[in-house]
């Protein structure tokens, strides 16, 4: 049976709040999903955020969902996507402990995306990445141009900080292997597309990207 944990983990700036969703069988990965920017609402209990978790634990990962540095019972203050990485960072050496010799995937929605992101490009613990309503207008991704590990783009067609066709246009110049997935009619949040956005992440978790070579 699948269940959940909530505990606090040690930071680079003192205790980090998260929560633990394990799947009902042994978890075949280990993966840490972030939230969106915490000066505008983001947090680990948000709905997408939840349900991209949800949709990783129904194909076997044991999942950790956490608050950066500030938010909730986290402590620290807000750092600009620097000390986020470190959080991040932290959240995977958690993982490591917990789920010690699993493939680890990193992923996130919107700020929290661009934090895994530039993350998990560097850190040879992660095996696959997830994006979610990538902010391309707020900041380039360009440093994905020399990543070639398995990615998941889902991206809204109407996202105002990102459109679909701009995610096209970026997705096309990265070395594969990358899926892209662009829900129609979706804004930034997924208002009301919740469901085709968790579907995309299930399927993609589906294939193991994670056991890529």
Same mark, same amino acid.
């Given at each position: 049976?699948?269940?959940?944990?909530?505990?606090?983990?040690?930071?680079?700036?003192?205790?980090?709040?998260?929560? +633990?969703?394990?799947?009902?069988?042994?978890?075949?990965?280990?993966?840490?999903?972030? %939230?969106? %920017?915490?000066?505008?609402?983001?947090?680990? %209990?948000?709905?997408?955020?939840?349900?991209?978790?949800?949709?990783?634990q129904a194909q076997g990962a044991a999942v950790l969902r956490f608050n950066f540095r500030g938010v909730g019972r986290?402590?620290?203050?807000?750092? %600009?996507?620097?000390?986020?990485?470190?959080?991040?960072?932290?959240?995977?050496?958690?993982?490591?402990?917990?789920?010690?010799?699993?493939?680890?995937?990193?992923?996130?929605?919107?700020?929290?995306?661009?934090?895994?992101?530039?993350?998990?490009?560097?850190?040879?613990?992660?095996?696959?990445?997830?994006?979610?309503?990538?902010?391309l207008r707020l900041e380039p991704a360009d440093f994905l141009a020399n990543v070639a590990k398995p990615r998941l783009?889902?991206?809204?067609?109407?996202?105002?900080?990102?459109?679909?066709?701009?995610?096209?246009?970026?997705?096309?110049?990265?070395?594969?292997?990358?899926?892209?997935?662009?829900?129609?009619?979706?804004?930034?949040?997924?208002?009301? +597309?919740?469901?085709?956005?968790q579907q995309a992440v299930e399927a993609w978790a589906a294939l193991r990207p994670w056991e890529t070579p």
């Open positions: 049976m699948a269940f959940s944990e909530t505990f606090d983990f040690a930071g680079p700036v003192g205790r980090l709040e998260a929560v +633990l969703m394990l799947p009902p069988h042994p978890p075949v990965a280990a993966a840490v999903v972030c %939230h969106a %920017h915490p000066l505008h609402g983001g947090m680990m %209990h948000y709905k997408l955020i939840f349900r991209a978790a949800r949709a990783l986290s402590e620290g203050q807000h750092d %600009h996507g620097r000390g986020e990485q470190d959080d991040a960072r932290a959240a995977l050496d958690e993982m490591e402990r917990r789920c010690p010799g699993l493939p680890q995937v990193l992923g996130g929605f919107s700020f929290g995306s661009l934090v895994a992101l530039r993350l998990g490009a560097a850190d040879p613990r992660v095996r696959a990445l997830v994006a979610l309503g990538l902010p783009f889902v991206q809204g067609e109407r996202d105002e900080f990102g459109s679909g066709q701009a995610v096209r246009e970026l997705v096309a110049r990265l070395p594969p292997p990358r899926s892209l997935v662009v829900v129609p009619e979706a804004d930034h949040f997924f208002t009301g +597309l919740l469901e085709p956005m």
